[in-house]
Protein backbone atom coordinates (compact mmCIF):
# COMPACT_ATOMS: atom_id res chain seq x y z
CA UNK A 1 0.00 0.00 0.00
CA UNK A 2 1.33 3.35 -1.05
CA UNK A 3 1.66 6.34 1.35
CA UNK A 4 -1.87 7.43 -0.54
CA UNK A 5 -3.24 4.42 -0.20
CA UNK A 6 -2.38 4.36 4.42
CA UNK A 7 -3.87 7.75 4.59
CA UNK A 8 -7.15 7.07 2.66
CA UNK A 9 -7.69 3.71 4.93
CA UNK A 10 -6.80 6.21 7.72
CA UNK A 11 -9.11 8.41 7.01
CA UNK A 12 -12.00 5.88 6.24
CA UNK A 13 -11.63 4.91 9.76
CA UNK A 14 -12.60 8.17 11.15
CA UNK A 15 -14.93 9.41 8.59
CA UNK A 16 -17.37 11.58 9.98
CA UNK A 17 -19.87 9.81 12.40
CA UNK A 18 -18.48 6.36 12.17
CA UNK A 19 -15.75 4.91 14.59
CA UNK A 20 -14.08 1.50 15.20
CA UNK A 21 -15.08 -1.93 17.27
CA UNK A 22 -13.00 -3.04 19.09
CA UNK A 23 -13.90 -6.99 19.22
CA UNK A 24 -10.51 -7.88 19.22
CA UNK A 25 -10.60 -9.75 23.06
CA UNK A 26 -7.67 -12.30 23.09
CA UNK A 27 -9.23 -15.70 24.55
CA UNK A 28 -8.09 -15.24 27.75
CA UNK A 29 -10.40 -11.75 27.75
CA UNK A 30 -13.31 -13.04 26.00
CA UNK A 31 -13.33 -16.32 28.13
CA UNK A 32 -13.09 -13.58 31.51
CA UNK A 33 -16.21 -11.69 30.07
CA UNK A 34 -18.02 -15.07 28.82
CA UNK A 35 -17.55 -16.52 32.40
CA UNK A 36 -19.00 -13.27 34.30
CA UNK A 37 -22.14 -14.59 32.44
CA UNK A 38 -21.87 -18.32 32.56
CA UNK A 39 -20.87 -18.84 28.81
CA UNK A 40 -18.93 -21.20 28.01
CA UNK A 41 -15.65 -20.01 26.03
CA UNK A 42 -15.64 -22.80 23.25
CA UNK A 43 -14.60 -21.78 20.15
CA UNK A 44 -17.65 -21.62 18.09
CA UNK A 45 -19.38 -19.92 21.41
CA UNK A 46 -16.78 -17.24 20.37
CA UNK A 47 -17.29 -17.31 16.93
CA UNK A 48 -21.12 -16.88 17.23
CA UNK A 49 -20.50 -14.49 19.48
CA UNK A 50 -18.49 -12.64 16.74
CA UNK A 51 -21.30 -13.08 14.11
CA UNK A 52 -24.05 -11.96 16.49
CA UNK A 53 -21.71 -8.29 16.55
CA UNK A 54 -20.51 -8.05 12.92
CA UNK A 55 -23.86 -8.91 11.23
CA UNK A 56 -26.01 -6.55 13.16
CA UNK A 57 -28.28 -4.84 10.52
CA UNK A 58 -26.82 -1.82 9.31
CA UNK A 59 -24.28 -1.66 11.85
CA UNK A 60 -21.74 -0.24 8.83
CA UNK A 61 -24.00 3.31 9.11
CA UNK A 62 -21.92 3.75 12.90
CA UNK A 63 -19.07 1.45 12.35
CA UNK A 64 -15.95 2.15 9.79
CA UNK A 65 -14.20 -0.71 10.88
CA UNK A 66 -13.58 -3.55 13.11
CA UNK A 67 -10.68 -4.91 15.33
CA UNK A 68 -10.80 -8.83 15.16
CA UNK A 69 -8.41 -11.53 17.38
CA UNK A 70 -5.85 -14.00 15.21
CA UNK A 71 -8.52 -16.25 15.81
CA UNK A 72 -11.45 -14.43 14.57
CA UNK A 73 -10.27 -13.22 11.30
CA UNK A 74 -9.69 -16.92 10.58
CA UNK A 75 -13.34 -18.04 11.46
CA UNK A 76 -16.51 -17.17 9.42
CA UNK A 77 -19.76 -16.48 9.16
CA UNK A 78 -22.97 -18.99 10.08
CA UNK A 79 -23.00 -18.81 5.76
CA UNK A 80 -19.63 -19.85 5.30
CA UNK A 81 -18.33 -16.53 4.48
CA UNK A 82 -14.79 -15.25 5.76
CA UNK A 83 -15.59 -12.66 8.62
CA UNK A 84 -12.89 -10.08 6.51
CA UNK A 85 -15.07 -10.79 3.50
CA UNK A 86 -18.67 -10.14 5.02
CA UNK A 87 -17.18 -6.78 6.69
CA UNK A 88 -16.07 -5.74 3.65
CA UNK A 89 -19.34 -6.66 1.90
CA UNK A 90 -20.75 -4.06 4.40
CA UNK A 91 -17.92 -1.23 3.86
CA UNK A 92 -16.39 -2.09 7.08
CA UNK A 93 -12.67 -2.36 7.19
CA UNK A 94 -11.33 -5.11 8.93
CA UNK A 95 -8.50 -4.76 11.27
CA UNK A 96 -6.45 -6.91 13.25
CA UNK A 97 -5.11 -6.83 16.73
CA UNK A 98 -1.10 -7.85 16.48
CA UNK A 99 0.69 -7.48 19.79
CA UNK A 100 0.61 -10.29 21.50
CA UNK A 101 -0.46 -8.50 25.16
CA UNK A 102 1.43 -6.85 27.73
CA UNK A 103 4.46 -8.25 29.90
CA UNK A 104 5.80 -7.44 32.94
CA UNK A 105 8.96 -4.94 32.49
CA UNK A 106 12.58 -6.89 33.04
CA UNK A 107 14.29 -5.46 35.81
CA UNK A 108 11.30 -3.04 36.78
CA UNK A 109 8.88 -3.66 39.29
CA UNK A 110 5.10 -4.26 38.32
CA UNK A 111 5.02 -2.34 35.15
CA UNK A 112 4.40 -3.32 31.47
CA UNK A 113 5.94 -4.01 28.26
CA UNK A 114 3.97 -5.08 25.09
CA UNK A 115 5.27 -7.74 23.54
CA UNK A 116 4.67 -9.31 20.01
CA UNK A 117 7.89 -7.08 17.53
CA UNK A 118 9.94 -10.52 16.96
CA UNK A 119 8.10 -12.02 13.47
CA UNK A 120 5.93 -9.47 13.05
CA UNK A 121 6.93 -8.34 9.73
CA UNK A 122 6.32 -11.81 8.56
CA UNK A 123 2.46 -12.18 11.07
CA UNK A 124 1.58 -8.51 9.19
CA UNK A 125 2.04 -10.25 5.35
CA UNK A 126 -0.33 -13.17 6.30
CA UNK A 127 -2.75 -10.76 8.04
CA UNK A 128 -3.08 -8.77 4.57
CA UNK A 129 -3.36 -11.42 2.47
CA UNK A 130 -6.55 -12.37 4.87
CA UNK A 131 -8.09 -9.04 3.91
CA UNK A 132 -6.37 -6.62 7.18
CA UNK A 133 -6.68 -3.40 6.20
CA UNK A 134 -5.38 -1.80 9.63
CA UNK A 135 -4.18 -2.92 12.85
CA UNK A 136 -3.71 -2.22 16.79
CA UNK A 137 -1.07 -2.57 19.31
CA UNK A 138 -1.75 -1.25 22.86
CA UNK A 139 0.55 -0.50 25.33
CA UNK A 140 -1.14 -0.03 29.12
CA UNK A 141 0.81 2.23 31.38
CA UNK A 142 0.11 2.69 35.08
CA UNK A 143 -0.32 5.37 37.17
CA UNK A 144 0.48 4.87 41.03
CA UNK A 145 2.51 8.13 42.68
CA UNK A 146 3.63 6.33 45.21
CA UNK A 147 5.64 4.33 42.99
CA UNK A 148 6.54 6.87 40.62
CA UNK A 149 4.60 5.04 37.61
CA UNK A 150 4.92 5.57 34.92
CA UNK A 151 8.41 5.32 35.34
CA UNK A 152 10.74 7.60 32.50
CA UNK A 153 12.07 3.60 31.29
CA UNK A 154 7.96 2.51 30.90
CA UNK A 155 7.76 5.59 28.77
CA UNK A 156 10.71 5.15 26.93
CA UNK A 157 10.15 1.00 26.22
CA UNK A 158 6.56 1.14 25.67
CA UNK A 159 6.51 4.64 22.98
CA UNK A 160 9.50 2.27 21.19
CA UNK A 161 7.94 -0.51 20.82
CA UNK A 162 4.49 1.46 19.42
CA UNK A 163 6.80 3.44 16.77
CA UNK A 164 8.72 0.48 15.77
CA UNK A 165 5.38 -1.55 15.32
CA UNK A 166 3.70 1.31 13.29
CA UNK A 167 6.65 1.57 10.93
CA UNK A 168 6.35 -2.50 10.57
CA UNK A 169 2.34 -2.04 9.55
CA UNK A 170 2.71 1.02 7.24
CA UNK A 171 5.59 -1.10 5.22
CA UNK A 172 3.46 -4.05 5.22
CA UNK A 173 0.67 -1.86 3.93
CA UNK A 174 -1.61 -1.85 7.12
CA UNK A 175 -2.69 1.86 8.79
CA UNK A 176 -1.42 1.52 12.42
CA UNK A 177 -3.62 1.84 15.46
CA UNK A 178 -1.49 3.53 18.01
CA UNK A 179 -3.18 3.03 21.35
CA UNK A 180 -1.19 4.07 24.84
CA UNK A 181 -3.38 3.34 27.54
CA UNK A 182 -3.37 4.95 30.75
CA UNK A 183 -4.98 2.92 32.70
CA UNK A 184 -8.26 4.43 34.46
CA UNK A 185 -8.36 2.46 37.33
CA UNK A 186 -5.84 3.78 40.26
CA UNK A 187 -6.32 6.35 43.39
CA UNK A 188 -4.84 9.40 41.29
CA UNK A 189 -6.81 12.13 40.69
CA UNK A 190 -7.71 13.78 37.06
CA UNK A 191 -4.73 16.48 37.57
CA UNK A 192 -2.19 13.63 37.53
CA UNK A 193 -3.76 11.60 35.06
CA UNK A 194 -3.83 14.84 32.71
CA UNK A 195 0.08 14.94 33.61
CA UNK A 196 0.76 11.27 32.67
CA UNK A 197 -1.22 11.85 29.91
CA UNK A 198 0.51 14.57 28.33
CA UNK A 199 4.09 12.85 28.99
CA UNK A 200 2.92 9.58 27.74
CA UNK A 201 1.59 10.70 24.46
CA UNK A 202 4.72 13.44 24.10
CA UNK A 203 6.92 10.47 24.28
CA UNK A 204 5.06 8.35 21.71
CA UNK A 205 5.07 11.17 18.89
CA UNK A 206 8.52 12.01 19.73
CA UNK A 207 9.69 8.33 18.95
CA UNK A 208 6.97 7.66 15.93
CA UNK A 209 8.79 10.87 14.22
CA UNK A 210 12.35 9.53 15.25
CA UNK A 211 11.10 6.14 13.21
CA UNK A 212 9.52 7.72 9.87
CA UNK A 213 5.99 6.83 11.09
CA UNK A 214 4.15 8.68 8.44
CA UNK A 215 1.34 10.70 10.73
CA UNK A 216 -1.14 10.40 8.07
CA UNK A 217 -1.32 6.84 7.60
CA UNK A 218 -2.32 6.47 10.96
CA UNK A 219 -4.63 6.73 14.25
CA UNK A 220 -4.24 7.37 17.74
CA UNK A 221 -6.20 5.45 20.10
CA UNK A 222 -5.94 7.48 23.35
CA UNK A 223 -7.89 6.97 26.94
CA UNK A 224 -9.23 9.94 28.20
CA UNK A 225 -8.06 12.33 30.89
CA UNK A 226 -10.05 11.18 33.91
CA UNK A 227 -10.12 10.78 37.76
CA UNK A 228 -8.77 7.18 39.10
CA UNK A 229 -11.85 4.72 39.42
CA UNK A 230 -10.27 4.78 43.12
CA UNK A 231 -10.14 8.46 43.61
CA UNK A 232 -12.01 10.22 46.24
CA UNK A 233 -12.44 13.33 43.76
CA UNK A 234 -14.47 12.48 40.55
CA UNK A 235 -14.07 15.20 37.97
CA UNK A 236 -17.36 15.56 35.92
CA UNK A 237 -17.83 15.03 32.41
CA UNK A 238 -16.77 18.59 31.36
CA UNK A 239 -13.43 18.76 33.15
CA UNK A 240 -13.09 15.63 31.46
CA UNK A 241 -14.09 16.85 28.17
CA UNK A 242 -11.66 20.03 28.63
CA UNK A 243 -8.53 18.47 30.05
CA UNK A 244 -8.55 15.55 27.39
CA UNK A 245 -8.76 18.01 24.85
CA UNK A 246 -6.01 20.23 26.64
CA UNK A 247 -3.72 16.90 26.34
CA UNK A 248 -4.19 16.14 22.64
CA UNK A 249 -3.78 20.10 21.55
CA UNK A 250 -0.56 19.89 23.21
CA UNK A 251 0.62 16.39 21.73
CA UNK A 252 -1.15 15.55 18.49
CA UNK A 253 -0.06 16.99 15.06
CA UNK A 254 -2.59 17.67 12.96
CA UNK A 255 -1.58 15.41 10.34
CA UNK A 256 -3.18 12.61 12.38
CA UNK A 257 -6.35 12.17 10.63
CA UNK A 258 -7.99 11.36 13.76
CA UNK A 259 -8.41 9.80 17.45
CA UNK A 260 -10.61 6.81 18.37
CA UNK A 261 -10.95 6.75 21.94
CA UNK A 262 -11.01 3.71 24.09
CA UNK A 263 -13.47 3.52 26.68
CA UNK A 264 -11.09 2.02 29.22
CA UNK A 265 -14.34 0.11 31.41
CA UNK A 266 -15.92 3.63 31.50
CA UNK A 267 -19.81 3.19 31.86
CA UNK A 268 -21.39 3.11 28.13
CA UNK A 269 -23.22 6.08 28.66
CA UNK A 270 -20.48 7.88 30.12
CA UNK A 271 -17.88 7.31 27.73
CA UNK A 272 -20.55 8.27 25.11
CA UNK A 273 -21.38 11.58 26.69
CA UNK A 274 -17.79 12.36 27.45
CA UNK A 275 -17.21 11.82 23.55
CA UNK A 276 -19.75 14.11 22.66
CA UNK A 277 -18.96 16.42 25.05
CA UNK A 278 -15.52 17.12 23.37
CA UNK A 279 -17.42 17.30 19.51
CA UNK A 280 -19.32 19.71 21.18
CA UNK A 281 -16.50 22.04 21.54
CA UNK A 282 -15.33 21.54 17.89
CA UNK A 283 -14.39 22.02 15.37
CA UNK A 284 -10.79 20.45 15.99
CA UNK A 285 -8.36 19.84 13.68
CA UNK A 286 -8.72 16.03 13.46
CA UNK A 287 -12.12 13.96 13.52
CA UNK A 288 -12.41 12.70 16.98
CA UNK A 289 -14.83 9.53 17.23
CA UNK A 290 -14.74 5.79 18.95
CA UNK A 291 -12.83 2.53 19.19
CA UNK A 292 -14.69 1.33 21.85
CA UNK A 293 -14.73 -2.51 23.04
CA UNK A 294 -16.72 -2.67 26.41
CA UNK A 295 -18.70 0.20 25.77
CA UNK A 296 -20.05 -0.55 22.33
CA UNK A 297 -20.46 -4.36 23.46
CA UNK A 298 -21.18 -5.07 27.39
CA UNK A 299 -25.26 -4.69 27.43
CA UNK A 300 -25.28 -6.78 23.90
CA UNK A 301 -23.18 -9.49 25.58
CA UNK A 302 -25.43 -9.41 28.84
CA UNK A 303 -28.22 -9.63 26.28
CA UNK A 304 -26.68 -12.45 23.97
CA UNK A 305 -25.60 -14.79 27.06
CA UNK A 306 -24.38 -17.27 24.66
CA UNK A 307 -27.75 -18.20 22.93
CA UNK A 308 -29.11 -18.14 19.79
CA UNK A 309 -32.76 -17.50 20.79
CA UNK A 310 -31.28 -14.03 21.68
CA UNK A 311 -29.47 -13.25 18.48
CA UNK A 312 -32.37 -10.30 17.16
CA UNK A 313 -32.41 -8.91 20.48
CA UNK A 314 -28.82 -8.48 21.04
CA UNK A 315 -28.06 -6.96 17.65
CA UNK A 316 -30.97 -4.68 18.44
CA UNK A 317 -28.88 -3.09 21.50
CA UNK A 318 -25.60 -3.55 19.66
CA UNK A 319 -27.22 -1.03 17.06
CA UNK A 320 -28.98 1.39 19.33
CA UNK A 321 -25.47 1.49 21.17
CA UNK A 322 -23.55 1.81 18.44
CA UNK A 323 -25.95 4.85 16.80
CA UNK A 324 -25.63 6.54 20.06
CA UNK A 325 -21.99 6.45 20.22
CA UNK A 326 -22.21 7.26 16.79
CA UNK A 327 -24.13 10.93 17.55
CA UNK A 328 -21.62 11.29 20.09
CA UNK A 329 -18.77 11.38 17.29
CA UNK A 330 -20.48 14.03 16.08
CA UNK A 331 -21.66 15.97 18.87
CA UNK A 332 -25.33 15.42 18.64
CA UNK A 333 -25.96 12.83 21.20
CA UNK A 334 -28.07 14.15 24.56
CA UNK A 335 -29.10 11.39 27.74
CA UNK A 336 -32.80 11.13 26.63
CA UNK A 337 -31.71 9.13 23.55
CA UNK A 338 -30.27 6.27 25.99
CA UNK A 339 -34.14 5.99 26.20
CA UNK A 340 -35.44 7.23 23.53
CA UNK A 341 -33.54 4.78 20.60
CA UNK A 342 -32.14 6.74 17.50
P1 LIG B 1 -12.22 -0.75 25.80
O1 LIG B 1 -13.02 0.28 25.03
O2 LIG B 1 -13.05 -1.79 26.46
O3 LIG B 1 -11.20 -0.09 26.69
O4 LIG B 1 -11.40 -1.58 24.72
C1 LIG B 1 -10.74 -0.90 23.73
C2 LIG B 1 -9.53 -1.63 23.36
O5 LIG B 1 -9.37 -2.02 22.22
C3 LIG B 1 -8.51 -1.87 24.38
O6 LIG B 1 -7.32 -2.26 23.76
Redesign the pocket.
Known amino acids: MSATDLAAVAKAMVAPGRGVL?A?ESNATITKRFAALDIESTEENRRAYRDTLLSTPGIEDYISGV?LYDETIRQSSADGTPFPKMLERKGILPGIKVDTGSKPLALDNDEQVTEGLDGLRERIAEYVSLGAKFA?W?AVYIIDEARGFPTDYAMHCNAHALARYGALCQEGGLVPII?P?VLMDGENDIETCAWVTEHVQRRVFQELSRQNVSLEGMVL?PSMVISGKKSTSQAGPQEVAERTLTCLYRTVPPAVPGIAF????QPAAV?TEHLDLMNKMGPHPWTLTF??????QDEALRTWKGSTDNVAEAQKVASHRAGLTSAAATGTYSRDMETAGV
Do not use: Q
Open positions: ADIKREEKLSGGASYGRAL
